[in-house]
């Protein structure tokens, strides 16, 4: 396997890992948390173990070989010559995402990148937001997904030539605010998400990302990542605040939106927690829902077949309701789970034990020793790996046409390895458990919702033959990306104006 070298290191960047290896070995013990030495790929830096590699190789390409070669659990080099354990055994993920969860929490470098997801107080705030998600409030949110994937179809109509379209339910049914990007100029968080989805990494935020498990002061250097970070939180901040104002008065139609939902049930928090809530919301779930919508764009426009099958199942459906997406439409549910299997949004989950603890394993391991061994003890402090990317890829779990979009494989036998997967249809895309995404029905709805109208009147085909220049750029969330553009570039025609 080439595994590409990443942009080289320019002085200052050298100089800081050389500072940083100091003052590691100066305050920190050597620890090694494993019990027992697992199997896994040789270092190919003390300094940044795989983590730099991870910047610019898909995390499936890599854990799928990895996984052929040591099994469903294995020990993964990280920065500083620390290791993780990569795991890909179901028994043990049931055991972190849902018998122990509470032993396990979010490494501080990670926690310090994306502090909205991480809640001191996790099961009291996860109850605040509840009462958002229940089915009552999704079958209404599903008429606001319809309404505005008809307003994009009339936009869409309108400005055939000169398509300024984007897709906003999310803004609508999630917060009662219109993001302004189906009748106007883009949403600032739009913009700021593709740019950052496009721009080059430069060496000190490879360094940052690289290192920052190990040396969460990182984060706080003036990279273009925390520039990035920094405008997308202050934007944020404007719409929660515009939000919150907004959600004192009356919806459309008496209809309450999403974080209204939330909020009524959180009158015991401080009003700073309300803007937090709204953050964490627009956060987890506008990227991973509008690039999935892109996803499922790209691979429809690269198989005609399905593409015509979904409009024969769609065109029985002249006004499609919250029931015919949940149950009638077959072949699209189909699709929206293909999609969502071979695009995740979230490419990796990491957690560390606070305590010792035994993993239990579905099937045996082999040890560096040779020693065969059905549970893996661990001391606290161990990082675990769990890489959904490869979990939702993976040959060995999926079979030999794991990687082709083929959204038949739904409607038939799942293969045995597939079917251990205690996650929603066998998927990890989500995540599971008490800790898993609290948005998957309502992010499935708008997806059924907006692919639905778009199919029933448009085509969609790939700009260049097979879409050979559309690339996967890791951005916020992986996105597709034509070679010089900042977005996903399509050859749409509305049905019937031929
Ligand atoms: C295709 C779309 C989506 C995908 C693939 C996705 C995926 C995920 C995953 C994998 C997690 C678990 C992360 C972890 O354990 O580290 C998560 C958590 C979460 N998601 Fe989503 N998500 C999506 C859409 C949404 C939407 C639309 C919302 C809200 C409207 C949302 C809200 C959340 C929240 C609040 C959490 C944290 C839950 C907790 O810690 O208890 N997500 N999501």
């Known amino acids: 396997m080439h595994i590409p070298d990443v942009t080289a290191d320019n002085a200052v960047a050298s100089a800081l890992a050389e500072w940083m290896i100091v003052a590691y070995d100066a305050y920190m013990p050597t620890c090694s948390h494993t019990r027992i030495k697992l199997r896994g790929p040789p270092r190919p830096s003390w300094l940044y173990g795989y983590n730099k590699i991870f910047l610019t190789t898909p995390s499936a390409q890599l854990h799928e070989t990895w996984q052929a070669k040591y099994g469903d659990a294995y020990s993964l080099p990280v920065a500083v010559g620390e290791t993780r354990i990569a795991l890909l055994d179901p028994k043990a993920l049931v055991w972190v995402f849902s018998s122990n969860v509470y032993n396990y929490v979010r490494p501080v470098g990670q926690s310090k990148l994306v502090a909205s997801l991480v809640w001191d107080d996790h099961k009291r705030i996860r109850k605040t937001m509840m009462p958002g998600f229940t089915p009552a409030a999704l079958r209404s949110f599903t008429t606001v997904f319809l309404e505005e994937a008809y307003h994009v179809k009339d936009a869409w109509s309108t400005m055939f030539s000169e398509q300024k379209g984007g897709l906003d339910s999310i803004g609508k049914a999630g917060f009662g605010h219109d993001f302004a990007s189906v009748t106007g100029e883009k949403p600032l968080i739009q913009k700021l998400l593709d740019s950052f989805g496009t721009s080059r990494q430069s060496p000190i935020t490879a360094l940052v990302l690289s290192l920052v498990h190990a040396f969460p002061i990182l984060v706080d250097l003036p990279t273009k990542r925390k520039v990035f970070r920094d405008k997308l939180r202050m934007a944020m901040m404007g719409i929660a605040t515009d939000i919150l104002e907004e959600s004192h008065k009356v919806g459309e ?237 399509l050859r749409v025609s509305q049905i019937g104006m031929d």
Request: hydrophobic share 35%; proline share 8%; glycine share 6%.
């Open 253 to 489: 139609e008496g209809r309450k939106s999403l974080i209204e939902n939330v909020l009524s049930r959180s009158t015991s928090f401080p009003p700073i927690h309300h803007s937090w809530q709204i953050n964490t919301i627009m956060f987890a779930g506008y990227d991973t829902t509008s690039t999935t919508l892109l996803w499922a764009l790209h691979e429809l426009s690269l198989n005609p077949t399905a593409q015509s099958k979904l409009r024969e199942e769609l065109s029985q459906f002249h006004e499609p309701t919250y029931d015919h997406l949940r149950e009638k439409m077959v072949y699209l549910d189909a699709v929206v789970k293909e999609v969502l299997r071979l695009h995740p949004s979230i490419v990796e989950i990491y957690w560390n034990a606070i305590k010792d603890d035994v993993l239990p394993l579905a099937r045996p391991i082999t040890t560096a020793s040779g020693e065969q061994i059905s549970q893996i003890p661990i001391k606290g402090g161990q990082g675990i790996t769990v890489p959904i990317e490869a979990l939702v890829r993976s040959p060995a779990i999926w079979g030999e046409d794991s990687h082709e979009f083929r959204p038949e494989r739904w409607n038939e036998h799942l293969p045995e390895r597939v079917r251990e997967f205690h996650a929603w249809s066998n998927l990890w895309t989500f995540g599971d458990g008490p800790r898993g995404c609290i948005g998957r029905t309502f992010a499935i709805a708008e997806l059924k919702a907006v692919i639905c109208i778009l199919i029933q009147n448009f085509t969609f085909e790939p700009l260049t033959p097979g879409g050979k220049d559309v690339r996967r750029v890791p951005g916020v969330t992986p996105r597709p990306v034509n070679d010089g553009s900042h977005g996903l570039k």
